[in-house]
């Protein structure tokens, strides 16, 4: 990636935010710092927390810097600061796992799941233009049959996007427009089916239930999916993120996390926590309502995004 801000898509230019937001504590400390010592140390790791990072991995991040500042005999804050980018960058590579589809003819399947109003219906979208882009022929099917328009709102982008859309009435069961809609891309051979589901809160257990339903019948129709389930999570909810994929996983077995909403948040620091806690892959950052918003996860940029001086 390139650090052009001008870049429209530039990770940089859009997390802007976020990382003034760290910069700002944490840049302060390093302008006012003559040394880097414990004293530092302990100031910086809570100013991490203060900008979201969290408990856990504000203290991981932080000792692992304090040794390789030690190994190295780092003394200027230019070095630290790249060091702190390459640390936060090992601590996400640790977890990260390859992003490939299984080698069959039969089709990839993707499930995405959250709360309500965090991204899924657009990142189903945004990652229906990215797949297609790298030539996979991609079905969608709208298992959000719980909110009024969410089916429309998937045609219209199907349209849009030019690719086919599975749907049944409002009302209906999801786990049969998943199930009808994995039957149809296996007739129709496409490489890969993106399933939409409802949000919901993890607190509502009939919904909760519903979603593992999907789960088991998309299973039990073709052995072996949905091969991702992806708990999609908006940047802007902060710390809260923490508990909702807590249950979610519990539930479900998440797979990958995608963070929306970092174009308009100060809380990209939620990310380092959440991945840390759960071990979970950020498979994807979303960075504004168009398809092209999307960008594949790259934890060095990220990280020189959210530190630097
Ligand atoms: N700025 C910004 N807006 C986003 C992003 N992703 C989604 N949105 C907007 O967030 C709003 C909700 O998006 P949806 O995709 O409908 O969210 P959802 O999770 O499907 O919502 P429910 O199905 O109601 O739970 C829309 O206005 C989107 O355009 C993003 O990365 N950045
Ligand atoms: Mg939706």
């Known amino acids: 990636m390139t650090n052009n801000q001008s870049d429209k898509h530039g990770l940089f230019a859009r997390l802007r935010r976020s990382r003034e937001s760290i910069a700002q504590g944490v840049v302060e400390l390093f302008n006012s710092s003559a040394e880097f010592d414990e004293v530092f140390f ?20 932080v000792q692992r810097l304090r040794l390789a500042v030690r190994e190295g005999g780092v003394t200027e804050g230019a070095a630290v600061m790249s060091l702190v980018q390459q640390k936060a960058a090992e601590m996400l590579e640790e977890i990260e796992r390859p992003w490939e589809p299984p080698v069959a003819k039969e089709p990839w399947v993707i499930m995405l799941v959250g709360v309500n109003g965090v991204g899924k219906t657009t990142t189903i979208a945004k990652l229906a233009y990215h797949l297609n882009s790298e030539g996979r022929s991609v ?45 149809a891309a296996q007739a129709r051979q496409m490489d890969v089916l993106l399933v939409d589901t409802a949000g919901r809160q993890h607190t509502d257990v009939g919904l909760m239930d519903q979603l593992t339903k999907v789960s088991r019948v998309l299973t039990k129709c073709q052995a072996g999916t949905p091969h991702e389930i992806l708990m999609v999570v908006d940047a ?31 809380k990209g620091g939620v990310l380092l926590s959440a991945s840390k806690r759960f071990q979970l892959p950020v498979r994807f950052v979303g960075l504004g309502e168009g398809e092209s918003d999307l960008k594949k996860f790259d934890p060095l940029d990220f990280s020189k995004s959210l530190f630097s001086l």
């Not at 859309?165 to 994995?182: E, F, T």
């Not at 710390?239 to 519990?250: A, G, P, T, Y």
């Open 236 to 266: 802007t909810n902060g710390q809260n993120v923490l508990s909702q994929i807590d249950h979610f996983h519990q539930r479900l077995g998440l797979s990958g996390l995608i963070l929306t909403k970092l174009d308009g948040s100060a």
């Open 139 to 183: 079905m969608l099917a709208a298992a959000d049959t719980y909110r009024a328009a969410a089916i429309e709102q998937l045609q219209v982008w199907g349209e849009r996007l030019k690719v086919p859309v599975v749907a049944s009435s409002r009302g209906s069961d999801a786990a049969a427009v998943a199930h009808d809609a994995l039957t």
């Open 42 to 61: 302990e100031d910086l790791e809570d100013r991490l927390i203060m900008a979201d990072v969290g408990v856990e991995a504000s203290s991981d991040l």
